[in-house]
Structures are given as C-alpha cells and as structure tokens.
C-alpha cells in the first residue's frame, strides 16, 4: 500500500495509521520502503537507550513486539515478535520507529500536534508533555473547523525564510474514560492538512490550581530550550551525529517562529473564547 504522511510518500506492508492512501505511479519510487523481515544488526553496535546504531542502521528492539530495523532513512524493516499483533506493531511503527527514520533523514521531529486553524492560512502546533491534553486540545480545534496536521508527531522544515509542518492528518487518538487504551478517531478527508505553514509553536502545561490560562510569550534561551525539549525520540538525532545541524535549525527557528508557554488547567477540556483568541493572535502578530 502507498501512503503520504510527513510530506513524504511510503510503501508499507504494515498500516500507517493517520497516513493518507494514495495511488502508486508506475515508475515512481517512494520515499520510504516498510516490510517485514529479517532484522539482523552486525557486531559492534553502540546502545543508544533502547536503541543500537551501526552505521546507517539503527535497530529498535521492543520485546513484547518485535524489532524494527531502520536503514540508511529509506527502509524499514519488521520483524514482530511471537504473538505480537499488527495492530500493536502499527502503533509501535509511528510512535518510535517512522520518527526515527525520519530523523536519520535530516528532518526535525517534534513531539507535538499540529493544526490549520479556520480561516488562516497557517497553521499552531501544540507540544508538551505526554498526558499534557494535546490530542484533547487538537479535537477541540478539529470541532472548531480546523483541518488536522498530525497527532503526536510532526516534522518541522525550513526553507530558509518560512517554517513548514507536516504530519499524519488522518486520525487522532483521545483518552477512553478510565481505560489506558485510547480510542481512534478518524479525519474527514476534506479536514486533513498534509503540509503547511507554521504560524506559532505553543508548550502545553498544566495548571494545577484553577485560573484563567495564560500565554507566555519565549525569547532566547528560554525558547531555545523548550524547544530542545520539544524533540521526538531525541535519543536518534545524538546516536546519529547530528546535533551541531539541529542547533542551527533551533537557533533559526526561535528567530522565526513565536514560541509560547500556554497554562491550562489540569482535565480541562473545552477551549474557551480566549484561548482561540490567542491562538488566533498569535498567526496575526507573526503576519505583522
């Protein structure tokens, strides 16, 4: 099956949940090639966390899953373990191993959800903390009449003069009740945004006491950091070497792109009047 997801196109064995299906083109190669398979890595990989690199390979090894062997930004290839089901390995595949690939093919990968506001023509991502309300936050968005980016991930591009972000836009996931399984929840096609231009980055926090929320706007250090903290599987980029590239695309993005700490009470679901209001300034004064 061929897909587009983060601006890219993907043959995959496995399904690319939030992916958008496309029609192959004969005689056109995609981006990225995902199968199942042999997982082999030689002798004398380095151990990264959960991760081992051997040059252009870095292999995921998820015991009660399976392994996932990422090679040279292309391919990647699975190998899921007894008893491991594919619904588990899809969730697995773009919740770690899609993202690291992604890294090992220079692009910068944000733990973050992303959405192209109604009636403008960027889009907000909004990061934090798993559990922080980012996925909750994007649904209200999504109700609103925003078209979806992605959920959880994101990759962020430059041009040298704007910021781009692309994503997954087909599908979010929001907590079920009680239960640690979260339920999927399908994007009309006519609400996904596979691409687009990024007004505003937003760090969720929770408030723990109950108050108005309040938006912080970041400038030098402070947003540099926060945006460091913002890194999806960071682990990867280091294993790989390429940490100074990254600090330079950080160090341009702060410079371009408004970063803001935004302070919502802890379960608070509903998004109110002032907090769209700032969402919106926030596009108006990077247009300014």
């Not at 889009?123 to 909750?136: E, H, M, Q, R, W």
């Amino acid at each position: 099956m061929r897909y587009r997801g983060y601006g890219l196109q993907i043959d995959s064995e496995l399904e690319i949940i939030g992916a958008q299906p496309i029609s192959a083109v004969s005689g056109v190669r995609s981006d990225i090639q995902i199968a199942y398979g042999l997982t082999e890595i030689g002798k004398g990989a380095t151990a990264h966390g959960p991760y081992r690199r051997l040059g252009d390979q870095i292999l995921l090894d998820a015991a009660d899953v399976g392994q996932f062997l990422c090679i040279g930004g292309e391919k990647i290839i699975i190998n899921p373990a007894h008893g491991s089901s594919p619904d588990k390995c899809a969730e697995l595949l773009i919740a770690t191993a899609l993202p690291a690939l992604l890294w090992m093919r220079g692009a910068f990968v944000v733990h973050a959800a992303a959405a192209l506001l109604l009636g403008r023509g960027q889009a907000i991502a909004i990061t934090g903390a798993s559990g922080v309300g980012k996925s909750t936050v994007l649904a209200q968005l999504a109700r609103a009449g925003a078209a979806v980016v992605g959920d959880d991930s994101i990759t962020i591009a430059s041009d040298g003069e704007g910021v781009s972000a692309s994503g997954l836009p087909g599908s979010y996931f929001l907590a079920n009740g009680e239960s640690a399984e979260r339920r999927r929840i399908d994007v009309p096609l006519c609400q996904q945004s596979p691409r687009a231009n990024l007004g505003a980055l937003f760090i969720l926090e929770r408030q723990p006491v109950p108050a108005a929320p309040r938006f912080e706007r970041l400038q030098g250090v402070a947003a540099f950091e926060a945006l460091l903290r913002s890194r999806h599987r960071p682990r990867v980029p280091h294993a790989m070497g390429l940490d100074i590239g990254m600090f330079d695309l950080c160090t341009f993005l702060c410079r371009t792109l408004p970063i803001y700490l935004w302070h919502r009470v802890d379960g608070e679901p509903i998004l109110s009047a002032d907090e769209y209001a700032a969402l919106d300034y926030s596009i108006s004064e990077k247009c300014a």
